[in-house]
């Protein structure tokens, strides 16, 4: 069983025991975090591999929009803590009957954002590229377009 414990998290404070955080207010509150951010929870569990397992599954229940469900407040919209901690409770209890189907449902998950972050630096490079085209081809008839000009003015004098 589970043995996590999800607190409100303080700048400037330090963890010993594994740990990960939680965005807590925005739209994507619910969203895991290696590093903290102001508005955010610490979830610390006793094993890494916990850590771990925790962190997907949060991971999940914001891709998903289970926390979505729980936000609260018109313009910042955000999470409070016990709905966050039960919403993880509750999913991590009833998909812990067959932990070897959670892991499996984790490493399928963790693949597809893989995947996903990898594709995303393919667009990034691409629109690079094309960015980088246009300057080329757009600097290029500048150049022409000097250049003659100098020939015209040249013709001139």
Known sequence: MSTFELKTHQIGRTYSNPHFFILNKGQNSGKPLINPCPNCFVVSTSTEEEKQTLYHLSMMLQIGGFYAYYLKGSVIPFISIDDCRNTLKNSYTSLLSD????????????????????????????????????????????????KGNKNQINLLA
């Open 99 to 146: 932990e070897f189907q959670l892991q499996k449902h984790i490493n399928i998950v963790s693949t597809i954002c893989k995947k996903e972050a990898e594709l995303q630096k393919v667009i990034s490079k691409m629109a690079d590229l094309k960015v980088s085209y246009i300057q080329n081809l757009f600097s290029k008839k500048q150049n022409r377009a000097t």
